[in-house]
């Protein structure tokens, strides 16, 4: 029992005395309260006057006496019972998680701060490891866009010397004609390393470096020269004997337009520039099927490499879970937005006299309550949410 219980000496006497002294108080107050009724029905049933208003003060009176009475009858037992009342709850204030000097304080921060901790960690190695993710998904598909980039810029570049090979023999004569057809089965083409240069795809990396950006196109076009090198002249080949499978009709063709009448000359020009819009759309359409090739097979190797990294990173990362949001105020117009949110989920549906008890503190709590359930944030400089991981003690 605490002093302030000790300094009662006659405590136990008191407290038997309470019921004898709760009777007592009860019998005034209920005949003190019998006699004001008898004194409130008469005074409606005749009204006031001065005999009246002289009997009531008298009542009055007499009143304060009873209620001075009962009030000193009763302090010595309720006092005391305060007083034990007041050493319970201050004992049990050593107890209490929500006040910072007790031991279960402290100790549920070290778990809460371990918590965060732990927290901190899983999501700096989720990071880590969604970066992982997405630098390989990059220079997976950079490797594939620049293979797709060069076999598109390789065919625009075959089409255009294929297309001047076709042009050439377009233009043949009679009178040139041995010396045209030496150039054109002497024609040859290379991609230099000039040439080759306008084949870089332009890239600007997000995740990786630019040095290792360089060395992945560099890296990945190197091999592909001597490769395109030897398709180009796989298809000049080609092209100069469909072209010298054409020389004898081409022959006819002129030595017949030049002894043609001016009609018959317009009509064999019209044919002959209809076979070489056919032959130069030919070309054209090879171009566009192996454009079409080439952004194919950069897409199935984009799919292959991406299933291949989410294979490789699938192991998930094991954290403490969020439990709740704190809002850290960083300015005092941070309470605005605060109560907007509060009025607009909440308080535009209570009554006026409800809505004006609800502290700053209460909007505040209902707008992390609302963040943790919805995810909806206040977007504003004046303040931020922070995570909260609060461990519940269980047990084992």
Same mark, same amino acid.
């Given at each position: 029992?605490?002093?302030?219980?000790?300094?009662?000496?006659?405590?136990?006497?008191?407290?038997?005395?309470?019921?004898?002294?709760?009777?007592?108080?009860?019998?005034?107050?209920?005949?003190?309260?019998?006699?004001?009724?008898?004194?409130?029905?008469?005074?409606?049933?005749?009204?006031?006057?001065?005999?009246?208003?002289?009997?009531?003060?008298?009542?009055?009176?007499?009143?304060?006496?009873?209620?001075?009475?009962?009030?000193?009858k009763?302090?010595p037992i309720?006092?005391?019972?305060?007083?034990?009342?007041?050493?319970?709850?201050?004992?049990?204030?050593l107890?209490?998680?929500?006040?910072?000097?007790?031991?279960?304080?402290?100790?549920?921060?070290?778990?809460?701060?371990?918590?965060?901790?732990?927290a901190?960690?899983?999501?700096?190695?989720?990071?880590?490891?969604?970066?992982?993710?997405?630098?390989?998904?990059?220079?997976?598909?950079?490797?594939?866009?620049?293979?797709?980039?060069?076999?598109?810029?390789?065919?625009?570049?075959?089409?255009?010397?294929?297309?001047?090979?076709?042009?050439?023999?377009?233009?043949?004569?009679?009178?040139?004609?041995?010396?045209?057809?030496?150039?054109?089965?002497?024609?040859?083409?290379?991609?230099?390393?000039?040439?080759?240069?306008?084949?870089?795809?332009p890239?600007?990396?997000?995740?990786?470096?630019?040095?290792?950006?360089?060395s992945i196109?560099?890296?990945?076009?190197?091999?592909?020269?001597?490769?395109?090198?030897?398709?180009?002249?796989?298809?000049?080949a080609?092209?100069?004997?469909?072209?010298?499978?054409?020389?004898?009709?081409k022959?006819?063709?002129?030595? %017949?337009?030049?002894? %043609?009448?001016?009609?018959?000359?317009?009509?064999?020009?019209?044919?002959?520039?209809?076979?070489? @819009?056919?032959?130069?759309?030919?070309?054209?359409?090879?171009?566009?099927?192996?454009?079409?090739?080439?952004?194919?097979?950069?897409?199935?190797?984009?799919?292959?490499?991406?299933? @291949?990294?989410?294979f490789?990173?699938?192991?998930?990362?094991?954290?403490?879970?969020?439990?709740?949001?704190?809002?850290?105020?960083?300015?005092?117009?941070?309470?605005?937005?605060?109560?907007?949110?509060?009025?607009?989920?909440?308080g535009?549906?209570?009554?006026?006299?409800?809505? @004006?008890?609800?502290?700053?503190?209460?909007m505040?709590?209902?707008?992390e309550?609302?963040?943790?359930?919805?995810?909806?944030?206040?977007?504003?400089?004046?303040l931020?949410?922070?995570?909260?991981?609060?461990?519940? @003690?269980?047990?084992?």
């Amino acid at each position: 029992m605490s002093n302030e219980i000790q300094k009662y000496e006659n405590f136990n006497s008191i407290a038997t005395q309470a019921p004898e002294v709760l009777q007592r108080n009860i019998g005034y107050i209920e005949r003190a309260v019998t006699a004001g009724e008898s004194l409130l029905a008469k005074v409606q049933n005749s009204g006031m006057s001065k005999e009246m208003d002289s009997e009531i003060n008298s009542h009055l009176v007499k009143l304060k006496a009873v209620k001075k009475d009962v009030e000193e009858k009763r302090k010595p037992i309720t006092s005391i019972l305060q007083a034990i009342s007041k050493s319970f709850t201050e004992a049990e204030q050593l107890l209490d998680p929500k006040r910072p000097e007790t031991t279960y304080f402290r100790l549920q921060k070290y778990r809460d701060d371990y918590a965060r901790q732990l927290a901190e960690e899983a999501a700096k190695v989720e990071r880590e490891k969604q970066l992982k993710i997405n630098q390989d998904k990059e220079r997976a598909e950079l490797k594939a866009n620049v293979i797709e980039h060069v076999n598109i810029k390789f065919a625009a570049y075959s089409t255009e010397v294929k297309t001047e090979l076709r042009s050439i023999f377009n233009q043949i004569t009679l009178k040139d004609w041995a010396e045209t057809v030496k150039f054109i089965n002497e024609f040859d083409a290379e991609i230099t390393i000039e040439v080759y240069r306008t084949f870089v795809m332009p890239y600007s990396p997000l995740y990786i470096s630019k040095e290792e950006s360089d060395s992945i196109r560099k890296e990945t076009m190197l091999p592909m020269r001597d490769g395109l090198n030897a398709k180009l002249k796989k298809e000049l080949a080609d092209l100069k004997l469909e072209i010298s499978n054409e020389y004898q009709a081409k022959k006819n063709e002129l030595e %017949a337009i030049e002894k %043609a009448s001016a009609s018959e000359k317009k009509r064999l020009e019209a044919e002959a520039k209809k076979r070489e @819009a056919e032959k130069a759309a030919e070309i054209a359409r090879k171009q566009k099927e192996d454009e079409e090739a080439a952004r194919a097979a950069s897409q199935q190797q984009k799919t292959e490499a991406n299933m @291949a990294n989410l294979f490789d990173n699938a192991e998930s990362v094991d954290k403490p879970k969020r439990t709740g949001y704190f809002i850290l105020l960083t300015h005092p117009m941070g309470w605005l937005p605060i109560m907007n949110l509060w009025f607009e989920q909440q308080g535009k549906n209570m009554s006026i006299d409800d809505a @004006a008890k609800v502290t700053l503190d209460r909007m505040k709590r209902f707008c992390e309550s609302h963040a943790h359930k919805t995810e909806e944030f206040i977007k504003s400089p004046y303040l931020k949410y922070e995570e909260e991981y609060k461990q519940k @003690a269980v047990t084992a």
